[in-house]
């Protein structure tokens, strides 16, 4: 692939894959649902936890600069067979993350262009899918023209939201949040509250898949990605400060899927409400844009290695893995239609979120495992950024994870079952494929 991203547009990226305003409008209710004025603590805490990973994932893309990055690397250190299983997680995670994009992309555009139909999970779908079309094709273009839009949007969600929190940090504070509240959520709504977290601030690894496209293929990927990471998570626990003091928990709760349109409430109404809901729809795009991104490359080292059919590893004559995007977008599609099957847009969005973010916690552990794994020998790298803050972003994974899943409802915990127990004979099966490929 043709090295065309510098470190500047490997933190845009970054950025986007986060999505700050789109994780705000989704995320923020549930977050402030489950563990109340302490959510701007906890995505402190899950931000600390993911600084963590990503210097693992600095370490790892410096050493192994590889467009498979988490699967890759958790295939060098653990082998075959487990390599194969981070692929499946991977992949689990990050098909059904474009649907969780998709989804409200096409909710917030029928709102806008169609009220009437903002609440159908029919409508929703397909318009969702006609999104996902459109991002497969910018990025088919090639990586740096996507790139450029994603530029444009990420500074302008950046500024709006910036200008939003500003204004609100000014206003009067409502009673509530004028006196010091704890949380009554208990030790449970924190840990699902730090499990949404994980998706609010998930995207900023989309960097490390880009390596072999990076003219400092060794440095810039990690720099990006940290440095992505740590920019819009200040913004997000700014903002989410601020929306909280002219807010109620109970207002935050009641809009699970339009934070953003209750905040622009909040602010006055009118400008602020349709500006916020435009800012929304456009973090929208950049994030599901990223998201296939990153799906793509991971995709490609996959069928490089001989893990899925060798023609997803393919190049174009541009250096484009062509055949991996189009694939990846027509997969795209099709789930984005099958969510038309649940009776409502909120059903299948919450479920869907509840099961992405468990296993992009389960792909974070294994990423900072492998880590530890590869540099515990290493003098020079143990104690710190190869496998000494990887090693504490493993150990508190693991515990968030565990508790999270024994907290979740019981279609959660089926579909998380399910999608866990199907990876093992695809582990099984495919590593013998690609064993020799190591």
Same mark, same amino acid.
């Not at 500006?275 to 490359?297: E, H, K």
């Given at each position: ?33 489950? +563990?109340?004025?302490?959510? $701007?603590? &906890? =995505? #402190? ?5 993911? %600084?963590?990973? !990503? *210097?693992?994932? /600095? ?80 990025? +088919?273009?090639?990586?740096? $023209?996507? &790139? =450029? #839009? ?5 500074? %302008?969600?950046? !500024? *709006?939201?910036? /200008? ?96 953003? %349109? ?177």
């Amino acid at each position: 692939m043709r090295r065309v991203l510098g470190i500047w547009d490997l933190l845009v990226i970054a950025a986007a894959a986060i999505g700050p305003a789109f994780s705000l409008a989704t995320t923020m209710g549930p977050m402030v649902g489950a +563990a109340g004025y302490d959510a $701007p603590l &906890t =995505l #402190v805490f899950v931000t600390l936890i993911m %600084a963590c990973v !990503a *210097v693992g994932y /600095a370490r790892l893309g410096a050493r192994f600069p590889n467009a498979g990055s988490s699967y890759s690397w958790i295939r060098t250190a653990f082998g075959s067979a487990f390599g194969a299983y981070g692929a499946w997680v991977l992949v689990v995670a990050n098909i059904f993350a474009i649907v969780v994009t998709a989804i409200p992309a096409g909710s917030y555009t029928l709102d806008l262009i169609a009220p009437q139909l903002a609440d159908s999970p029919q409508a929703t779908g397909i318009v969702g899918a006609l999104w996902t079309i459109a991002a497969g094709a910018l990025l +088919a273009r090639g990586l740096k $023209p996507t &790139t =450029l #839009v994603a530029a444009v949007f990420v500074i %302008a969600e950046f !500024a *709006v939201l910036g /200008a939003a929190a500003l204004t609100a940090s000014f206003m009067p504070a409502t009673p509530h949040a004028l006196v010091a509240a704890t949380n009554v959520h208990g030790v449970s709504g924190l840990v699902g509250a730090v499990v949404i977290g994980i998706w609010i601030i998930d995207g900023w690894e989309v960097s490390a898949s880009t390596a072999e496209e990076a003219t400092d293929r060794t440095r810039a990927p990690g720099l990006g990605g940290l440095g992505g990471l740590l920019l819009t998570a200040g913004i997000l626990v700014f903002g989410m400060w601020a929306f909280l003091r002219i807010g109620t928990p109970a207002g935050f709760a009641d809009h699970p899927a339009d934070v953003m %349109a209750y905040v622009g409430t909040l602010l006055g109404g009118g400008t602020w409400r349709w500006v916020l809901t435009v800012t929304v729809l456009v973090s929208l795009a950049a994030s599901l844009q990223t998201t296939l991104v990153y799906l793509s490359r991971s995709l490609f080292a996959m069928g490089r290695d001989g893990l899925v059919p060798a023609m997803l590893g393919r190049l174009d004559e541009r250096g484009v893995p062509l055949v991996a995007i189009g694939g990846l977008t027509g997969l795209g599609v099709l789930f984005c239609l099958a969510s038309g099957l649940f009776p409502s847009v909120k059903a299948g969005f919450d479920l869907i979120l509840s099961g992405t973010s468990v296993f992009l916690g389960v792909l974070f552990l294994m990423s900072a495992a492998a880590s530890v794994r590869v540099f515990w020998t290493e003098r020079g790298a143990r104690w710190l950024s190869g496998a000494g803050l990887p090693g504490l972003a493993t150990v508190a994974l693991a515990g968030i994870l565990v508790a999270a899943v024994n907290r979740s409802d019981r279609p959660t915990q089926a579909f998380l079952v399910v999608s866990a127990v199907l990876g093992l004979p695809f582990a099984l099966w495919r590593s013998r494929a690609a064993t020799n490929q190591i």
